[in-house]
């Protein structure tokens, strides 16, 4: 059968992550956490002291970043490799998710990820899940849905999220990160947040994780089955 890209962008904390994941193992296809990818430069970005002010040295650190995944058996999930060091756990503190959408906002660094996960994604069989992979990685995706949730939802998910990590934070904290989140992924220059004309919406605030994960499905066996009709129509 053939294989596609699926692209879920969104708002954070609306289910995104979760639901690809999901998606991907169900239809076999590859998953790309592109979320993870900027994670990661953030750290990095920290850790070396790199002025986000300055194209060079921002260019500079991005030729010494290499970041990849790999799959943990123990913990049945795809982890985050940064220059070969695992910083899955560090990536998801509130000091990166404070951060990274001021560090995705550098056209440097987005144009290097997005490169990046166009080459990740050149074969297909692939589910991205991010902000612009529908409208600047992968325009051309045969599915794509744009998932959203009320911020309080999102904010008490991400909530129960950190403290399953051990981490306990204020619910209007969180808050104020997402909306601070949602006005600088909106409104960026460089690919900013949106959905695309032939996006499919999905708001989560009521839904099952199963729920969505049947939503992106049921889309995708549509297309499919779409485009093997269309072949038999130009086949006969």
Not at 146 to 159: C, G, I, K, L
Not at 204 to 229: G, N, P, R, W, Y
């Amino acid at each position: 059968m053939k294989k596609i890209v699926i692209a879920l962008d969104g708002h954070s904390s609306c289910g995104k992550s979760t639901t690809a994941k999901k998606v991907a193992a169900a239809l076999g296809y590859a998953y790309i956490d592109t979320g993870a990818m900027y994670r990661a430069v953030t750290l990095y970005m920290l850790r070396h002291h790199v002025a986000l002010t300055n194209p060079k040295e921002v260019c500079d650190a991005l030729d010494n970043i290499d970041i990849s995944f790999h799959y943990n058996p123990k913990t049945k999930r795809n982890e985050t490799y940064l220059n070969g060091l695992n910083v899955e756990d560090e990536i998801r503190k509130m000091y990166i998710s404070n951060q990274v959408s001021e560090v995705s906002v550098v056209p440097e660094v987005r144009h290097a990820m997005v490169a990046q996960q166009q080459k990740m994604g050149r074969k297909r069989g692939v589910v991205m899940d991010g902000r612009d992979i529908g409208t600047a990685v992968f325009p051309d995706a045969e599915v794509k849905v744009f998932m959203t949730a009320d911020v309080d939802t999102r904010a008490r998910r991400r909530q129960q999220e950190l403290l399953e990590k051990n981490q306990l934070v204020n619910l209007d904290e969180i808050r104020e990160n997402l909306q601070k989140r949602d006005h600088i992924d909106s409104t960026r220059k460089e690919s900013p947040l949106r959905r695309a004309e032939d996006a499919a919406l999905l708001d989560t605030s009521h839904m099952t994780i199963d729920e969505q994960v049947d939503f992106v499905i049921d889309k995708v066996t549509s297309k499919l089955l779409e485009e093997a009709h269309a072949v038999k129509k130009v086949e006969a």
